[in-house]
């Protein structure tokens, strides 16, 4: 799996439709599901929870949850169908929503449980499994406590560790305002690639220029972008370009990525899907260009038809070009 660049796992995000337009846009960088439960995968549809399109590889898939026997389940299940090339335990998402079900960041209270949860999943998972963390929950913030949780997991055997670099507010802020409001402490976790040299220390949060991911790719092992890059998705072409190929970054050809997402779009619809749920993620196709409302404003107007297809998306196309 390919962590020097990657992007995040977001809920309501990162599903595969998403996905299959990054993977257009950066064939390289690492992919990431957002977040789905071990007992969701357990009792529920696989198959419709974890099917993913074989250009989305390199892909990782992100589990939630606190018990291990779900966990080791959810990864049998995996194993025996999907090919993912990474699990990932989240122990950094800091919703009320996440929090009731006892994971995310309030795992990281107990570093003994999440162990047990990571022991788990590689006992029926032959490739990685990886743990995303913050620095810190509420007043346990100190560098000593997240040095103590980090060697715990690679006690438990895990060797790549995602850290989003702010602590989590558990009661009080948002999970929007856990992204911003924490101060970021890029600081701890090259300290942390300091001390664990051993382990791959992948940083996370407010990576949103090539120049500072750069910067940090000299102290750590790999940048993931979150909502740069669901914002700007063009943006991942640079960073494939500069940080992975050493070239300058290419000029985008975004009417090209449009043309090749509704062939994608075409099969989603037969299939009885809505043309909206690949779209939605096109938005900022366009981002920091001339037209870039516009872009959003056809693309929002026409996929919230209810007999919108691909041709809809080729038309929102043509409008766009026309008026430029």
Not at 210 to 228: C, F, P, Q, S, Y
Request: hydrophobic share 45%.
């Amino acid at each position: 799996m390919q962590r020097r660049v990657c992007v995040a796992p977001m809920m309501d995000c990162t599903d595969r439709h998403c996905r299959y337009f990054h993977r257009l846009l950066a064939p390289k960088v690492g992919l990431y599901t957002e977040m789905i439960t071990a007992r969701a995968i357990v009792h529920g549809d696989p198959e419709r929870l974890l099917a993913f399109a074989p250009v989305e590889h390199p892909v990782a898939l992100q589990l939630g949850g606190s018990e291990p026997e779900f966990l080791r389940r959810a990864a049998a299940i995996v194993r025996a169908g999907f090919p993912y090339d990474e699990l990932n335990l989240n122990v950094g998402c800091p919703s009320d929503r996440v929090q009731s079900g006892r994971f995310g960041a309030c795992l990281m209270a107990d570093p003994e449980l999440v162990a047990d949860c990571l022991r788990a999943l590689a006992a029926e998972w032959d490739g990685p499994v990886t743990v995303k963390c913050r620095i810190g929950i509420d007043a346990q913030d100190d560098y000593g406590f997240l040095a103590a949780f980090v060697g715990t997991m690679a006690a438990a055997g895990c060797r790549v560790v995602i850290v989003h670099a702010r602590k989590a507010i558990l009661q009080g802020l948002s999970p929007k305002e856990n992204r911003s409001i924490p101060p970021l402490r890029y600081d701890r976790v090259h300290r942390l690639k300091r001390d664990f040299p051993d382990l791959e220390i992948i940083l996370n949060g407010g990576v949103d220029s090539i120049d500072k991911a750069e910067h940090e790719l000299n102290r750590v092992d790999g940048v993931m972008i979150g909502r740069k890059a669901y914002a700007d998705p063009c943006f991942l072409a640079g960073l494939q370009a500069r940080c992975l190929d050493g070239a300058t970054p290419p000029v985008p050809d975004r009417a090209g990525v449009v043309r090749k997402m509704a062939a994608y779009a075409a099969t989603h619809v037969a299939g009885g899907g809505r043309l909206q749920q690949v779209t939605r993620h096109m938005h900022g196709l366009y981002a920091g260009q001339p037209g870039a409302a516009r872009w959003r404003r056809y693309l929002a107007e026409a996929a919230a038809c209810r007999d919108a297809d691909a041709d809809t998306l080729l038309r929102s196309l043509e409008l766009f070009e026309a008026a430029a």
